[in-house]
């Protein structure tokens, strides 16, 4: 009764014009973001992280949400128009949503991805109500050698499951702390890599940061190898409600879609684009006809594109309950709740109900909204389809640049964004991974206190961390993991894993 | 000859060896009772020890590949021209976005965005211009209220 009280408590807060205003702009632009390739959610949510320091601490993050769930979404439509995947989670419905595409199935392509997304939203949204709470309360008894073991543990996930070299995404982490580290020591109040700019005591912005390293470079990369989109599929797109047959074949892959997404959404490091990987790879396997896969098989379109959206509502659960972020989209979620000075974790549900369970019902609420955005308005998303990217690539850069002054008012923080763009662009042509840093810049001064105050209790003893049942998991499998990159076998394993750069 | 691969590392390394060297001096305190340049000296070191790792391997890889590292033709092929445009577009445009004002200076940064990819006329990159400060302007300066300055033109 308690869970039905409290979703009748988040549906009376999102209803306000206010909130639903917000959440139609979130799940509007992530449905936008998702259909334009050349950039992510990540870099649709910093450039509009700005924007939310002047809303409520609700509408914000039901706005973000809105972004990162709608991407899910809109990610197919281009996968299955156009064979170029808005979203790295939507590169396996390109296989057979093209194909349906040029057999003159677009229509029940895009349908039944919409459909799968909305049943397995709807899913996890149900799950992450029923898990979030108790998990809360369990997490109330952590210590800081617990969050110190988990941080390690989300960090090498995401260190592990990143593109290429390892040493190179361990690299990236050590300075992603660092540089989340700089400024004003908050135990001594002694400066730390200030240089003597008062901009700095406060420490790097979050904003600015993410902004240069996703918004700045992407269009850095673009431009250099000028982005063009394939030709567009013409003609009218009908047949957007699936037959029975499609539905028989749709609905056990969008269901097992729906189980797989939210449980390697929860994980640290999991999220949309493996989910929708092990999804097309588990429907091919238990298909009948296998075969079928790669040449317009609606099983491949149902079950990965569930499973992307499934894995959207996972990835709350370590935010929300331990205030660890997932992933780099959950991380720009925890730094615009720390903007309003709302700080995740096991006492966040008690302590602000109304935001929990007001994003809660947002989610049923934007996932209506966005089966209602991506069914009837198809017509127009293809539409969006043909803006070429050189009129794209200038607004890019002027939210970058608005969202970057309007923060403080400065310019220094213009400068900040140009600079971690040029960062961002170098690093991706040289092959080191952002992703790693950006979780690491976020998680940085809660790892740093988290280790300071864990050697303080323990007297400066590393023990500490192997000594408690958790943070010797946590820490436990860190090692575990980091060790297997060491074993060929499983090095090549892991190199076969599709990966994403805005994890 | 030093390969592009090879750079990268030396910097990181270079980094680290700084940053080693200078947060020692912040502080490093001991394990019982961490100072503010703890992390810092931890983190590192870690930089320093995969750099001097990464870089070995870029050794390791030539000698096997037994021909050009891949990163030497990074820059072939590519419009890393455009780019440097780009950044010094953005360079200047920081430079004088408080001496020219807002629309003026961001009027100015948008013409040469709308012309630096792809030939346009001047006629259209204005007006795709003047319709995005507009835009812009609109709902950022009188809706959301952001403080933009006015510069020496006084708008």
């Known amino acids: 009764m308690d869970v039905l009280h409290n979703l009748f408590l988040g549906f009376s807060v999102i209803f306000e014009p206010y909130n639903i205003f917000f959440c139609f702009i979130g799940v509007f632009i992530g449905t936008l973001i998702g259909v334009l390739p050349g950039i992510g959610p990540v870099g649709a949510m910093s450039l509009l992280l700005p924007a939310t320091y002047k809303v409520s601490p609700l509408a914000s993050l039901v706005m973000l949400a809105g972004i990162y769930y709608g991407a899910q979404y809109g990610g197919s439509t281009t996968s299955v128009l156009v064979n170029i995947p808005g979203e790295a989670s ?4 390109c296989l057979d949503g093209y194909q349906m595409a040029r057999q003159g199935r677009g229509g029940a392509a895009l349908g039944i991805a919409a459909f799968g997304s909305f049943i397995a939203g709807t899913f996890s949204l149900v799950a992450l109500m029923l898990i979030a709470p108790p998990l809360a309360s369990i997490a109330l008894q952590f210590g800081p050698p617990e969050y110190f073991g988990l941080m390690c543990l989300g960090l090498t996930i995401l260190i592990y499951l990143a593109s290429g070299s390892i040493i190179r995404a361990i690299m990236m982490a050590a300075l992603g702390v660092m540089l989340g580290c700089v400024g004003q020591d908050l135990e001594t109040g002694s400066t730390r890599f200030v240089f003597g700019v008062p901009e700095l005591l406060d420490g790097i912005g979050l904003a600015p940061f993410v902004m240069g390293l996703f918004g700045v470079s992407e269009v850095l990369l673009n431009i250099e190898q000028r982005l063009k989109l394939g030709k567009v599929h013409e003609g009218k797109i009908k047949g957007l409600l699936p037959n029975w047959q499609d539905w028989k074949d749709s609905i056990m892959p969008i269901l097992r879609g729906s189980i797989f997404g939210f449980f390697l959404g929860i994980l640290p490091g999991g999220g949309a684009v493996i989910s929708s990987f092990v999804s097309y ?111 794209l690539f200038p607004l890019i850069l002027l939210f970058c640049v608005i969202g970057a002054y309007s923060i403080n008012s400065s310019t220094f923080d213009i400068a900040v964004m140009v600079v971690f763009g040029v960062l961002g662009y170098l690093m991706r042509k040289y092959k080191f991974e952002c992703a790693p840093m950006v979780l690491a810049f976020v998680l940085g001064p809660m790892f740093e206190k988290s280790l300071r105050l864990s050697l303080l209790l323990s ?45 | 000859m030093l390969t592009h691969y090879r750079l990268g590392s030396i910097i990181w390394l270079a980094v680290g060896i700084y940053v080693a060297i200078s947060s020692y001096r912040l502080g490093f305190g001991s394990f019982t009772q961490p100072g503010p340049g703890f992390i810092f000296v931890l983190m590192a070191l870690l930089l320093m020890v995969l750099s001097a790792i990464d870089l070995g391997a870029t050794f390791i890889r030539k000698e096997k590949a037994g021909k050009e590292n891949p990163g030497d033709i990074l820059w072939s092929g590519v419009r890393w021209q455009k780019v440097l445009l780009l950044i010094a577009g953005l360079s200047v445009y920081i430079s004088v976005f408080n001496f020219l004002g807002f629309l003026c200076s961001t009027f100015l940064l948008m ?11 001047w006629w259209v990159a204005i007006l795709e211009s003047f319709i995005t400060i507009l835009f812009s302007y609109g709902l950022f300066g009188l809706w959301l209220k952001v403080s933009f300055p006015q510069g020496i033109l006084g708008f």
């Open chain 1, 90 to 93: 939507s590169v396996v419905t």
């Open chain 1, 459 to 503: 007297d400066g003893s590393f023990l500490i961390f192997f000594t408690r049942p958790i943070a010797a998991a946590g820490m436990i499998a860190t090692f575990l993991m980091l060790g297997s990159c060491v074993i060929p076998s499983l090095r090549k394993k892991r190199e076969e894993i599709p990966m994403d750069e805005e994890r």
């Open chain 2, 111 to 121: 013409l040469f965005l709308f012309k630096v990819d792809e030939p346009t006329r």
């Open chain 1, 281 to 391: 790879a588990v429907e091919k396997k238990v298909s009948k006809h296998p075969e079928r896969f790669g040449k317009g098989a609606i099983e491949g379109v149902a079950g990965p594109e569930s499973a992307n959206n499934a894995a959207s509502g996972g990835a709350f659960i370590p935010l929300l309950t331990l205030g660890i972020p997932s992933n780099v989209v959950m991380a720009l979620l925890l730094g615009a709740l720390m903007i309003h000075g709302i700080t995740p974790g096991p006492l966040f549900i008690a302590n602000n109900p109304d935001i929990f369970w007001g994003v809660i019902a947002s989610m049923y609420i934007g996932n209506v909204m966005l089966l209602v955005l991506n069914l009837p308005l198809i017509g127009l998303w293809v539409q969006v389809l043909k803006v070429p990217y050189k009129i």
